[in-house]
């Protein structure tokens, strides 16, 4: 059973920073790739957008462009936890984050095949 557990969520201001967890077990960890996806109010769980991906072959990161120089991945094998650090939040980011693990290093959500419950993220202007 793979399991996925997100923390970290909150309301900040604008220029704020947050930074996420996405907690799961070693075996997960040491064997799937970890994605950040976001859906924003009013869009559909299908429209969840691609954040950001770290691969545990190599440690390759992939980031959106949208986030890019703002949000870090990064992962913590002694904690089994992979984080997403964001940086000078702004209120478009507000979104419900989800963590998934998939096989591959992609920006798809259909390459992920399992998700967590998500934690929510309020940027205030």
């Known amino acids: 059973q793979v399991q996925l557990v997100e923390s970290g969520g909150g309301l900040v201001q604008a220029g704020d920073s947050l930074k996420l967890s996405c907690a799961t077990s070693?075996?997960?960890?040491?064997?799937?790739?970890i994605g950040w996806f976001r859906q924003a109010p009013g869009k559909k769980y299908m429209e969840r957008e691609f954040v950001a991906a770290s691969s545990w072959t190599d440690s390759s990161i992939v980031v959106a462009d949208s986030v890019k120089g703002r949000f870090t991945i990064s992962r913590d094998s002694t904690k089994n936890t992979v984080y997403l650090q964001m940086t000078q939040l702004k209120p478009e980011d507000t979104a419900v984050y989800s963590c998934?693990?998939?096989?591959?290093?992609?920006?798809?959500?259909?390459?992920?095949?399992?998700w967590g419950q998500g934690t929510q993220v309020t940027v205030s202007s």
């Open positions: 070693e075996r997960v960890f040491s064997q799937f790739t």
């Open positions: 998934a693990a998939g096989t591959v290093l992609a920006t798809s959500t259909y390459e992920y095949d399992y």
